[in-house]
């Protein structure tokens, strides 16, 4: 037992300390030993970085003779490196550069790229020109399921598909008696209480990308029943919010860290919680017994999420810009997207620990690729279910998301609980008044929130949240007195 804990602590030890400081390590060069240099700013795991640092300078090596020190900046997650490139251009503008120290923006959803390519902070990118044989419908295809592959001013490309779902832990499931999960409504159901791992949308894009995919689901299945109009549009939001709460008050916690999510669901800290599918299953293979079982399992919702894709930019003004373009031809090449999913060990693979993600290359799932796999079931082109993202529905409120979440269910937490517990779980009252959303309707959000959040006004925006947030705590308590009335 003792032996196969000891990759999940491997993990965590990796979980937890890479948001506490920026790593700079690579196994290529020493800093400052390099013939060449390469800064990279990326939420991307400590595998990631050390597989795709020494392929590239193996590649550098070979196409030029020079050694190459590449300087990874790993802050954290998304909303972490949001502020560190806001910070370091706001100070480059302010002293009248072109760029920063910063030359390659590696990892994250599309949302944090398209907001830096309207910001004017990345540089187009010479692969389009270079090799326009990497991209079509059956290769890199400008979007797929709803979702943009690249940017249609070559500024950003994808480079690996993921899906968002639910991980379980099959013990815990068997011990409360209850059907694996398989839709986002099932961990909203009142025998999560207090049994659900999620994680701050705040400090991660992956979560509110996730959450997002909730919510789109609800307004979709409205539109499908009630046709497209405001009103439908206004009532699937309505429910999304509501299967959000029922979400935030069966968690047992938010943690800053997504990747944290399925560590603890292994070791039965949760039953189950939201994470992307290669954190899925990493942890999924760092449990797993002789027998080939694992008590982790990752599932897609059916029909409730999209395929997206991680992508890549070079930053505007890049200090070293010939590397980092050639950075970027070669994480779409397919030495580069083979790395993504063989197999340790195998020609071509990760030396040391499968990345079990999904390349963007559609060209590469052939039958001599996929038998080098590490997941060579996974085909996500052909098993998408039926959920097609729909930005115009809620891509605007991505943002807003986040405040919301953190607003409606975080900040609140304590009252959310026992007002879901009181009313609910031990069914004790009306659920109905913890349910009301009359601050975060979706017209509201669209028409109020989303542009306050554009004006980029910290003040007014804390002043707005708090407001909300009190609210809801008020209303949480006001649905556990004993009136049970509304405040």
């Known amino acids: 037992m003792a032996k196969r804990l000891i990759p999940v602590f491997l993990l965590l030890a990796l979980v937890v300390a890479a948001p506490?400081?920026?790593?700079?390590?690579?196994?290529v060069a020493e800093a400052g030993t390099g013939d060449d240099r390469l800064v990279i700013i990326t939420p991307h795991n400590d595998s990631i970085r050390s597989e795709f640092g020494e392929a590239f300078a193996a590649h550098w090596q070979e196409k030029t003779g020079r050694s190459i020190y590449i300087d990874w900046r790993a802050p954290g997650g998304g909303g972490d490196i949001k502020r560190l490139i806001a910070s370091a251009f706001g100070a480059s503008d302010e002293l009248g550069n072109e760029g920063t120290e910063f030359d390659v923006f590696f990892g994250g959803g599309t949302k944090d790229f398209i907001d830096q390519a309207k910001l004017g902070r990345l540089a187009?990118?010479?692969?389009f020109e270079a090799e326009p044989q990497w991209f079509g419908e059956d290769r890199i295809a400008e979007g797929f399921s709803g979702e943009t592959y690249y940017d249609p001013d070559h500024r950003w490309v994808g480079v690996c598909v993921s899906q968002f779902g639910i991980v379980y832990n099959?013990?815990?499931?068997?011990?409360?008696?209850?059907?694996?999960?398989?839709?986002?409504?099932?961990l909203g159901e009142p025998d999560y209480f207090g049994r659900l791992a999620l994680a701050d949308p705040t400090k991660s894009s992956s979560v509110t990308q996730a959450f997002e995919m909730l919510v789109q689901e609800q307004m979709q299945d409205v539109i499908r029943e009630q046709g497209d109009s405001p009103e439908s549009r206004a009532e699937g939001w309505?429910?999304?919010?509501?299967?959000?709460?029922?979400?935030?008050?069966?968690?047992?916690?938010?943690?800053?860290?997504?990747?944290?999510?399925?560590?603890?669901?292994?070791?039965?800290?949760?039953?189950?919680?939201?994470?992307?599918d290669f954190y899925g299953r990493s942890f999924e293979d760092a449990v797993r017994y002789e027998d080939g079982t694992s008590r982790l399992h990752w599932v897609s919702p059916v029909g409730g999420t999209s395929v997206s894709v991680d992508s890549i930019a070079v930053f505007r003004g890049a200090p070293n810009m010939e590397i980092a373009q050639e950075f970027v031809r070669f994480c779409l090449s397919e030495t580069g997207q083979v790395l993504w999913n063989y197999k340790p060990g195998v020609p071509g693979g990760p030396k040391a620990r499968a990345l079990r993600?999904?390349?963007?290359?559609r060209d590469l799932y052939t039958t001599g690729h996929l038998q080098h796999f590490t997941d060579p079931q996974a085909l996500p082109y052909e098993r998408t279910g039926e959920f097609v993202y729909q930005p115009e529905l809620t891509g605007k409120a991505f943002d807003a998301l986040r405040v919301i979440f953190r607003a409606m269910c975080m900040d609140p937490h304590d009252e959310l609980k026992e007002a879901w517990a009181r009313t609910v779980v031990e069914g004790r009252g009306n659920a109905a008044p913890i349910f009301v959303i009359d601050e975060i309707e979706y017209e509201a959000v669209m028409e109020g929130l989303v542009p306050m959040l554009d004006r980029n006004d910290p003040v007014e925006v804390a002043r707005t949240m708090t407001a909300i947030s009190k609210a809801f705590a008020a209303r949480y308590r006001a649905a556990v007195s004993t009136e049970g009335g509304q405040p």
Request: negative net charge.
């Open 124 to 127: 187009e990118l010479e692969v």
């Open 170 to 186: 099959r013990d815990a499931i068997g011990w409360l008696d209850l059907p694996p999960p398989q839709q986002w409504e099932d």
């Open 357 to 361: 993600r999904l390349p963007v290359r």
């Open 238 to 276: 309505r429910r999304g919010m509501n299967l959000l709460q029922r979400l935030g008050a069966n968690a047992r916690y938010f943690t800053d860290s997504a990747s944290k999510i399925p560590y603890d669901v292994a070791m039965g800290d949760a039953a189950a919680g939201t994470c992307i």
């Open 20 to 27: 506490l400081v920026l790593r700079r390590d690579t196994e």
